[in-house]
């Protein structure tokens, strides 16, 4: 059974960090794409930044791009998002998700880290909280 698994979700004052884990069981990271995703009350979940396990290739939604970092270790079966220089337009609920391992092309899968399109994603964590204070 799958299952991924968010942490590092807090309170924080405008213009600090925070890094987010996503860590899954029953599956594991390779070939395939995890993806960042935040829903705030009243407004559509949107993507954040995607990463593709296989070689690294990450994209990054023009909001966060220069101050969020998606990562990845392999050992440890988790990607990270690193969030610096909060800004109060950052709070919501953050979901991890990922597609299932080696169900295509790494041409497909580069398709999908660039489209971070929620609809391309099988597998989703239950989120976790970043609240923002200015």
């Known amino acids: 059974q799958v299952q991924l698994v968010e942490s590092g979700g807090d309170s924080v004052q405008a213009g600090g960090s925070l890094r987010l884990s996503c860590t899954a069981s029953?599956?594991?990271?390779?070939?395939?794409?995890i993806a960042w995703f935040r829903q705030a009350p009243g407004k559509e979940r949107e993507g954040v930044a995607a990463i593709y396990t296989g070689g690294g290739a990450s994209n990054y939604a023009d909001s966060t791009k220069g101050r969020f970092t998606i990562s990845q270790d392999n050992a440890k079966n988790t990607v990270y998002l690193q969030m610096n220089s909060l800004k109060p337009e950052d709070p919501a609920m953050y979901y991890c998700a990922a597609t299932d391992p080696g169900s295509m092309t790494v041409f497909q899968a580069l398709g999908v880290v660039h489209r971070l399109s929620q609809y391309e994603y099988n597998y989703w964590g239950q989120g976790t909280q970043v609240t923002v204070s200015s």
């Open positions: 029953g599956y594991t990271y390779r070939r395939n794409c």
